[in-house]
């Protein structure tokens, strides 16, 4: 039995430690409001990018000339995957779930006789990442310190992307994120970027519209496939921020709770140890007036 | 009051509402969208959107490049930068100008690509320090 003076400290220390994860529950419910707003506002862009890039690629399908980065090199040789995690950590499963992700499909493809390169977002995946397969890595990119992601950090990564294919040091990329479900569920996902995957087979009628483009379909799309890459990137990276958010809210939650578990249970012990006390002392005063 | 028209940026949904007339500054020249339009896919220079209504123009938006896409029915520009017409600031704009042009005589070396890119930003740089002078 632990002293009474050891656990009245004790009972302090997980106080004020359920305290700090109550705080940051909070602050984390705060931001992923904030995020969730983010990724709802670039929602809209994308999902006219979609439409434009659909109406433009069913056009030049086939076509040789087509851009790289809608129908990659023709190789399947050099595998990019690009790893999204948070550079934070205290968000439970979160960025593990990317890292295990990210090392199953590095294993899978390498078995199948494939190169892989691996490119982190965030922190957290590169740490994790480095043990294993530092030797395929590329200098990872890191948010870290910044308030508010914005398009431009995603056209960095897209940029980073395009330079690559342009140079043929890869052949097919894919990005390995956390996409927001609902606050308490993230879904590791693995999108594929390059080539770019055929478009859903919508109803012909709303995307069937023949559409003269100025200039021509391939100066167009020259131009608007890296930024429908960012664009992509863009609203994985703020699923990402938003599911982070929502990870360390339940996190937080959890451990907020089980802090409060851990201070009943202490303080009953406490209440026992010094009732205990107490009632020695007594016996041993009435036991004492009794030998007179 | 017919055609819709969509200004769009990676942030955030700018405007959405219908208009009578809206002149966008595609690559090769200004165009008029009207309702009916054959349905086209451009691409924008660094410019300024006119919306008309009636016979007034009754907003000017200054956007440095990006898409446009037509349909019979509506008008919907993605633009990465897109500023009212108000809030363009000609020192800035001047800045980028004198940038871009830096970036230009570099690139004029290196190949046609990035020339191609650096010439892009110097038109949307000097078409933002145009649209402050009215």
């Known amino acids: 039995m632990p002293s009474l003076k050891a656990l009245r400290t004790r009972i302090a220390s997980v106080k004020s430690t359920q305290k700090i994860t ?20 670039a929602r809209p862009y994308a999902v006219r990018m979609e439409r434009m890039v659909a109406a433009l690629s069913a056009s030049v399908a086939g076509s040789p000339s087509a851009p790289q980065l809608l129908i990659g090199t023709g190789q399947d040789k050099v595998h990019l995957l690009i790893a999204v995690t948070a550079d934070r950590g205290l968000a439970g499963a979160f960025n593990t779930n990317i890292g295990r992700a990210t090392r199953l499909a590095a294993r899978k493809l390498e078995a199948e006789g494939k190169t892989v390169k691996i490119l982190t977002v965030g922190r957290k995946g590169r740490d994790y990442l ?3 397969l530092s030797s395929r890595m590329l200098d990872g990119i890191s948010y870290a310190g910044k308030k508010r992601l914005e398009f431009s950090d995603a056209e960095e990564v897209a940029n980073r992307v395009t330079a690559m294919l342009s140079a043929g040091e890869i052949d097919v990329a894919t990005l390995i994120y956390n996409r927001f479900k609902s606050v308490i569920a993230q879904e590791v996902t693995e999108q594929q970027l390059i080539p770019a995957p055929p478009p859903p087979q919508t109803d012909t009628a709303e995307t069937g519209a023949a559409y003269d ?15 429908a890459l960012a664009i992509g990137i863009y609203t994985a990276l703020l699923e990402s921020a938003a599911g982070e958010h929502g990870a360390r809210m339940a996190a937080m939650d959890n ?24 009632t020695r002392e007594l016996i041993e005063i009435i036991s004492g007036a009794e030998a007179l | 009051m017919a055609l819709s028209l ?5 942030e955030k949904l700018l405007l959405s509402r219908a208009v009578d007339m809206v002149v966008i ?3 090769e020249g200004d165009m008029g969208v009207l309702e009916g339009h054959s349905p086209m896919i451009v691409t924008l220079r660094g410019g300024t959107i006119a919306i008309y209504e009636g016979d007034r123009v009754a907003d000017q938006i200054f956007v440095s490049g990006g898409f446009a896409e037509v349909t019979t029915e509506r008008c919907t520009v ?7 017409i108000a809030d363009v600031n000609r020192a800035e704009g001047e800045k980028r100008l004198a940038a871009a042009e830096a970036a230009y005589d570099a690139a004029s070396k290196e190949g046609t690509e990035a020339e191609d890119a650096a010439l892009v930003a110097i038109q949307a740089a000097r078409a933002m ?5 009215g």
Request: hydrophobic share 45%; charged share 25%.
């Open chain 2, 25 to 27: 500054p595609a690559a």
């Open chain 2, 6 to 10: 969509e200004i769009v940026s990676p």
């Open chain 2, 78 to 84: 993605l633009a990465t930068e897109v500023l009212p």
């Open chain 1, 130 to 132: 480095r043990r294993e």
């Open chain 1, 22 to 41: 109550s705080a940051m529950k909070m602050v984390a419910a705060s931001k992923l409001r904030r995020a969730q707003q983010q990724a709802e506002a």
């Open chain 1, 213 to 227: 483009f100025e200039p021509d379909e391939e100066t167009i799309l020259a131009r608007l496939l890296p930024q």
């Open chain 2, 129 to 133: 320090v145009e649209a402050t002078a």
């Open chain 1, 255 to 278: 451990a907020t709770r089980n802090a409060g578990d851990m201070i009943k249970r202490l303080t009953q012990n406490y209440n026992r140890a010094r009732q205990a006390n107490i």
